[in-house]
């Protein structure tokens, strides 16, 4: 039989798809083909994360892969099923060419779930591979798969791996380096009642929008299934014929009280029903790996041990931010001195001079010695989500969360945005209630960011001096932080559900995937990836930052002889800072910190390198530590201290609430498609923020703290 020619494998670079279900391995096996070659992005018109990565064949040669969003169906329900439906249907062709080839993976605990999206991509006929990766947690559960008679039932490749292993990866390679792959040969039988529809359909996107026959089948039939598709930004619509034809079947089924989408969906579950009975044979599972991950569910979801086990890792985290850390810490703020000296050195003494170490080097290091604490924060995250515990909190969240209204999806966002409230906005992709989307979508920035901890970790360091206090004190006063930010998260969307988006909460079905060991690949290429998104972050937005607010604190230049301090109050940054003054001296703040404050809402982390500036810091190889030593000194026109503990924590309260970060509102915009919400979010996060600072700093000052 000869190859259609829009199925053949091109003579370029091939393209492979990789799909899947949630939680499958299929991102594991992804990293494990492509390694460090991968780009990661957004697919145009909506925040939805696309990887690219480059694999080698047999033969050397490079095959392009695409990790396409985890998906349950092509009958999509969420934003980013919706872009995997789109890329393998060729609606995205402005921004993402159409696959030549597809790898479905699925788990082979769950072989009968995860083959209805594998039995859905089988109808696009194209050239396939399966995978039945998580082989050993299949033969834990007594289940034994015939992987010969699942391929001869399917037609297509299918090879069985162990992901978190490397098992089946030599298998899986030759296959994707095979030139003559086979075209899928599965048939399932289309209801008569509904057959058709089908007809017309398929003969109208082919007509109409010039789809293959056999895409257009396949399409025809996601239509009929998902009576209200969703469709997002940068997809190609439906052509007006096939939507007008697409109705008048809806109308007529409709009247005729027929359930048609019920009907193709039943009718393909027996079909799988029968493969898996004919390709599955079940015997007595093992029972002690079962009963250990029953023994391990008993504590870490039950009502009162599993708070404390949420609690204890919390502790660890934040311990370990100040702990590990410290010499690596150390170490770049050796080198940032070494350098800025360096300068000093090498050039004589002039604006030039003062640009480049009080600017770019004090700014730009002010920041990147926070790195060894924001890689910590990423492991144990990645280490969380790839053990099977994130999937456990968002469990026991799910009481929580149903009292403030929403339910334990809104969990993962939430949690996600611990690190960085972009991807965590993001994430909110796989919420289906569009309220609860944008109730957590407008609460997610109450979660401390990454970028609020060289904040954090500064006002602490300026509060508690090292040496003199245990350091369990400041891993208090940090879980206190994130407590606040925590509690204000849940409160405003407690008062959203109840006003602005009122909604039942909806009832959470979330599957606890099985414990896994660690892969550390995986977290480390994150970690990688995030370390470099950092210092991208640094060595482009802050330095320009940095940049221009050293010449806003140098021009207009007083007196060659004046002090640093009345220099930088006669600046033009000094003057923005006054104007804002009586603004934020009820909170306890000056027009110093005010600096910091209108800098860092480009990206809070600023504040730091912007203090740096603005208090004029000399690096000095006999000091470790000038920034702390500058806040300590700093004081009040009447001599008073300017930093008091009082005044750290109001503005380690306000870094709690406020939205300071332009990216976040950015993101903001683009997911809620209007400017209404992301202006709203600013307005009143910040308000609130003023007005917490407020009662704590004159309540506290009240009280003759």
Known sequence: MSVPEHV?????????AFVGNPNCGKSTLFNALTGLKQKVGNYPGVTVERKIGTAYSQHGHPMTVIDLPGAYSLAARSPDEAVTRDVLLGHRSEDTQMPDRIVCIVDGSNLERNLYLVHQILDLGRPVIVVVNMMDVAENAGLRIRIDHLEQELGVPVIATQASKGRGLIELKLAMSRSDLPLPKHRWDVPAKVAPAVAELQASLQDNDQKPPLIARAEALLLLTDQNPLRVTGSAPLSPPTTALLEQWKTRWQEDKTDWAGSLVAARYEAIGKLVESSVTESTPQAVDQNTTDRIDAIVTHSVWGWAVFGGIMTALFLSIFTLAEHPMNWIDAGTVALADGVKNLMVPGDLRDLITDGIIAGVGGIVIFLPQILILFFFIGLLESTGYMAR????????????GLNGKSFIPLLSSYACAIPGIMATRTIEDPKDRLVTIL?????????????????????????????????????????????????FAWLFKRTLLKGEPPLMIMELPPYRLPKFRDVLLQMAERAGIFLRRAGTIILAISIVLWGLTTYPKSSDDAPPAEQVAQSYAGQAGKMIEPIIKPLGFDWQIGIGLISSFAAREVFVS???????VEEDEEDTAPLLEALRAATWPDGRPLFTPLACLS????????MQCMSTVAVVRRETNSWKWPLFQVGYQTGFAWLICLVIFQTGTALGF
């Open 651 to 658: 503005l380690m309260v306000f870094y709690v609430f406020a």
């Open 610 to 616: 912007a203090t740096s500036i603005v208090f004029n």
């Open 8 to 16: 053949k494998t091109p003579s370029r670079q091939p393209v492979y």
């Open 393 to 404: 909190a968002a469990f026991i969240m799910d009481r929580l969360m149903g009292k403030v």
């Open 443 to 491: 609460v997610a920035p109450f979660m401390s960011c990454s970028a609020r901890l060289p904040v954090y970790l500064l006002m602490i360091a300026a509060l508690l001096p090292p040496g003199e206090v245990p350091v369990m004190t400041k891993v208090g006063l940090m879980i206190l932080m994130y407590a606040l930010g925590t509690v204000g998260a849940f409160g």
